[in-house]
């Protein structure tokens, strides 16, 4: 039996990259895991499929954040699914990047702090009544929320940062019922998202000059720090921002 057996995990942005990693990862971990994705049914699908296909237990979750209501048409959805509450939140879903700050608009900067911020809050906020004492919650991060070596990317690195301070303080609320919150802090990591960056030679020579191990990340990287802070050997760490960026903050 895995180690996270008769558990019900929720992962936010779910369908690919990093979220995708994490679901398969606490399946593979014995975990029944509610795939979210905001558009991209096929690819939240795709992901169920992988993780049955290897023997674990999933189903998709499609709620599109960032509008008013979001965080009541989540879970809404979800108890429809789920059987019981909720052991472990991982909120990972976001806009990935912003434009500078001479570049970026009102309605960009609103859009960005209403999917990367106000919705984990809230979902945070409906589901606490939902997740079972003793649970994990899991906040994804940014190691730019404590660097300024793109600068250009202002506004979600301030995003990131409200996010930390939603795990510290959070966990302040939900430890007298032995949940824990923490944040986790990926660096460059090989998605979707970084293609643009990565896909030609001397932005990937770029990336891997900023680790102090010399490479990018992969989403298994961030997955294997998540799936130890859910389990129980993760228990006594709490309100933690943990950096899972290769050394690059170094």
């Given amino acids: 039996m895995g180690v996270l057996t008769g558990r019900t995990a929720l992962v936010t942005g779910a369908s690919r990259g990093i979220g995708r990693g994490i679901a398969e990862r606490l399946a593979r971990d014995g975990a029944r895991v509610a795939v979210h994705y905001g558009r991209n049914e096929t690819a939240a699908k795709e992901t169920v499929a992988a ?86 919650v899991v906040n994804v991060s940014s190691g730019l929320a404590r ?5 250009d990317n202002m506004a979600y690195a301030m995003t990131k940062a409200a996010l930390d301070v939603l795990s510290r303080d959070l966990s302040k609320v939900l430890g007298p019922r032995g949940i824990t919150v923490n944040s986790v802090a990926p660096g460059i990591i090989d998605t979707d998202n970084t293609a643009p960056l990565l896909s030609s030679p001397g932005g990937r020579r770029q990336a891997e000059a900023i680790s102090a191990l010399g490479g990018v990340g992969e989403p298994a990287e961030v997955a294997d720090v998540v799936a130890f802070l859910v389990s129980d050997a993760g228990r006594w760490v709490t309100g933690s921002w943990v950096d899972v960026t290769g050394g690059s903050l170094t």
Avoid: C, Y
């Fill in 147 to 151: 660097t300024a070596v793109m600068p």
């Fill in 51 to 136: 993780i049955e296909k290897e023997g674990g237990s999933a189903f998709a979750l499609g709620v599109e954040l960032g509008a008013p209501g979001d965080a009541e048409a989540l879970w809404e959805e979800f108890d429809r699914h789920a059987d019981g509450g909720l052991d472990i939140l991982v909120n990972n879903a976001g806009i990935g990047s912003t434009r500078p700050i001479e570049q970026l608009e009102e309605r960009e900067f609103d859009a960005v702090f209403a999917v990367n911020v106000k919705a984990p809050f809230f979902i945070l906020k409906h589901g606490m009544p939902r997740l079972r004492d003793g649970g994990r």
